[in-house]
């Protein structure tokens, strides 16, 4: 029997996962002063290791993006099934990776399209399993909590994010100048799905 608390503890281990995730990407950062070899000034371990402290915030800031549009899809629910967990799961893995992908970026140069492939790709999932899950929501009456009607869980905003992610690894792997700028991309579509969270 699925209950109210079985929701409850659901949706508080994904938050558990997302704020674990968070918090391993500043591991790599701690092991820079941990070695026996420290840097001559202080200020050199930040410009020595831009690169870093660069996909540290942009990864953080991805998460927490990440889990804000998580966030505004579970409450809309009210019950959950098995394909609800399962995309929900798979949602947590992609993640869970992020600390790596993001470590496989800050290792190598901004030319070599492979991390920088597995990083967007990473990301792109991600947001087709949130789209999976808005989408769930939307179509499935029993998953929304009362009062939720099928037009206030309507998957819009999740599918424009996901197109903008999928438009940022097209272009980011293909075209090497524009790398990792492409994931302003996803941010640029922020105000569209503002507008189509509000119709």
Known sequence: MRTDRGLDRFITFLDAVVAIAMTLLVLPLTELIGGEQLPPQSGDVFTENASR???FLLSFAVIGRLWVAHHRIVERVGAYDGAFVLV???WALTVVFLPFA???TSAYPATDRLPLAVYLGNL???????????????RRPALRREGVEAKDA????ALVT???FVLALVLGTAVVQIGYY???????AFPVERRLRLV
Request: proline letters at 5%; aromatic letters at 16%; glycine letters at 0%.
């Open 53 to 55: 402290f660069w996909a």
């Open 88 to 90: 929900n799961l798979c």
């Open 102 to 104: 993001t470590q496989l």
């Open 124 to 138: 792109t999932l991600s947001a087709v399993f949130l789209s999976v899950a808005a989408f769930l929501v939307w």
């Open 154 to 157: 309507a998957p819009w905003a």
């Open 162 to 164: 996901t197109a903008a």
């Open 182 to 188: 492409a994931l302003l991309l996803p941010l640029l």
